[in-house]
């Protein structure tokens, strides 16, 4: 019976993920968050949808950080947390 239960205490010790991994993850989420962050915003009435209230111009809606820097942001957090997720560190290889 002693064998199994210092067999136990040796496995409880091996987390699926370290220190490192976890604090990695709450980057990529303060990135996606930033994306989104980004990507939010939008004109509430006529007046404020179009910039100096002149309908010959662009909306703000269809502007450069919304429809471009917001989704390349989103784009590149999402693949930091699959990054964030598959990292090990080498010391944790050589004790397995």
Same mark, same amino acid.
């Given at each position: 019976m002693k064998l199994f239960s210092n067999l136990q205490? @040796? @496995? +409880?010790?091996h987390y699926t993920f370290s220190r490192t991994?976890?604090?990695?993850?709450?980057?990529g989420v303060v990135i =996606?968050?930033? *994306? $989104?962050i980004?990507?939010?915003g939008g004109a509430s009435s006529?007046?404020? $949808?179009?910039?100096? *209230? +002149?309908?010959t111009q662009t909306p703000e809606i269809?502007? $450069?950080?919304? =429809?471009? =820097?917001a989704p390349i942001v989103i784009l590149f *957090?999402?693949?930091? @947390?699959?990054?964030?997720? =598959?990292?090990?560190?080498n010391s944790k290889?050589?004790?397995n």
């Open positions: 205490i @040796e @496995e +409880d010790k991994n976890y604090i990695l993850i709450a980057v =996606l968050l930033i *994306g $989104f980004l990507l939010s006529p007046e404020e $949808f179009y910039p100096n *209230g +002149d309908a269809f502007n $450069f950080r919304r =429809l471009t =820097l *957090g999402f693949f930091f @947390e699959i990054f964030a997720i =598959l990292w090990s560190s290889k050589e004790n």
